[in-house]
C-alpha cells in the first residue's frame, strides 16, 4: 500500500492520511497492518519522526520530520502555536455565523491508555474560530423531521486539545457526521445510509508553518477523497473547497511533489 506525499524535501515530508489509518502502531490496537509511519518509512525508504497527531478517522495533512533535529523544531512549532491548522468538517443543522468560540475542556482520558492519569485536572483553553461556508436541506426524514440539514464548516484550531473540534462542534449542537464519540447516532446512520458518509467528516486540509531549516513560509494542502468528493456532489457543494489543490511551494525550497491523481 502506498500514501499520498503531498511535500518532500530533505528535511521535512508531508502526506494526506487517509480516513481510518493510525499515525503509529499502538498496544490498543496491535493487530493493525496498516500504520502512516510503516507505510511512508518503506515508500521513501527513510526513518520519518512524527511531530503531530491526526484522530484515526481524520483524514488529511500530517507533517513528519527526517531526522530528530526536523522532529524536534517541528514539534516546538506545533508547542508554541506557530502553525496555522485548517480543517474543513460536514455538520448537523444550519451552521451559517462565523465566530470564535472559546470554550476549555476537561482533558479526555482514554479508559484502557490513561487509566492511570489523573481525572481531576481543571478545564484547559480550547479555542476554536469557526465559519459556516455552505447549508443544505435534502429530502430524506430523519428522527421526528421530515428532511435533514448540513453545513459544510471550515475550521482552525488556535489550540490543540484531543478531540477539541469534535468537542466545540458539539457543544454547539452542530456535531461532525460521523462521530460515533460526541455526535448524533441517528444523523450518523442517516447520513451513512442515504450519502455514503459512513465515517466521520473532519478533513486537516491544510498546515502552514515556516520551514525549520530555510526560515520561508510553507502552506500544504491536501486533497479531498472519494466519500468527501461523493458528499459535496450530493449536497451542492463542489467548487466550495479547492478540490485538486495539493501544495503550495515557497521559492527555493526543494520539492519532489506527487500527485494521487
Given at each position: 500500500m502506498t500514501i499520498e506525499i503531498l511535500y518532500q524535501d530533505e528535511w521535512l515530508v508531508?502526506?494526506?492520511?487517509?480516513?481510518?489509518w493510525l499515525v503509529h502502531r499502538s498496544w490498543l490496537d496491535r493487530d493493525e497492518k496498516v500504520v502512516v509511519m510503516q507505510t511512508v518509512r518503506d515508500q521513501i525508504g527513510q526513518h520519518v519522526y512524527t511531530v503531530h497527531r491526526l484522530d484515526r478517522p481524520t483524514s488529511g495533512v500530517l507533517l513528519m520530520g527526517l531526522s530528530?533535529?526536523?522532529?524536534?523544531?517541528?514539534?516546538?512549532?506545533?508547542?508554541?502555536h506557530q502553525m496555522q491548522k485548517r480543517y474543513h468538517a460536514i455538520v448537523r443543522g444550519w451552521l451559517t455565523d462565523a465566530a470564535t468560540l472559546d470554550y476549555p475542556l476537561v482533558e479526555e482520558l482514554?479508559?484502557?491508555?490513561?487509566?492511570?492519569?489523573r481525572a481531576d485536572k481543571e478545564p484547559q483553553p480550547a479555542v476554536t474560530d469557526y465559519r459556516g461556508m455552505a447549508t443544505t436541506e435534502m429530502p430524506v426524514a430523519t428522527g421526528k423531521f421530515s428532511t435533514t440539514r448540513y453545513?459544510?464548516?471550515e475550521l482552525l484550531p488556535k489550540t490543540g486539545r484531543?478531540?477539541?473540534l469534535r468537542r466545540h462542534l458539539s457543544h454547539l449542537r452542530h456535531p461532525i457526521i460521523g462521530d460515533s464519540k460526541?455526535?448524533?447516532l441517528r444523523q450518523n446512520r442517516s447520513a451513512?445510509?442515504?450519502?455514503g458518509c459512513g465515517r466521520l467528516m473532519l478533513h486537516a486540509?491544510?498546515?502552514?508553518?515556516?520551514?525549520?531549516?530555510?526560515g520561508e513560509p510553507l502552506t500544504i494542502r491536501a486533497g479531498l477523497d472519494d466519500v468527501w468528493m461523493q458528499a459535496l456532489s450530493q449536497f451542492g457543494w463542489l467548487g466550495q473547497l479547492p478540490e485538486n489543490e495539493r501544495v503550495e511551494f515557497a521559492p527555493g525550497n526543494v520539492q519532489d511533489e506527487q500527485h494521487a491523481q
Open positions: 508531508a502526506v494526506n492520511k487517509p480516513s481510518g530528530s533535529e526536523a522532529g524536534r523544531l517541528l514539534s516546538q512549532q506545533f508547542e508554541q482514554d479508559k484502557i491508555a490513561d487509566k492511570f492519569a453545513s459544510l464548516v484531543k478531540h477539541q460526541h455526535g448524533d451513512a445510509e442515504h450519502f486540509s491544510e498546515l502552514s508553518l515556516t520551514h525549520p531549516f530555510t
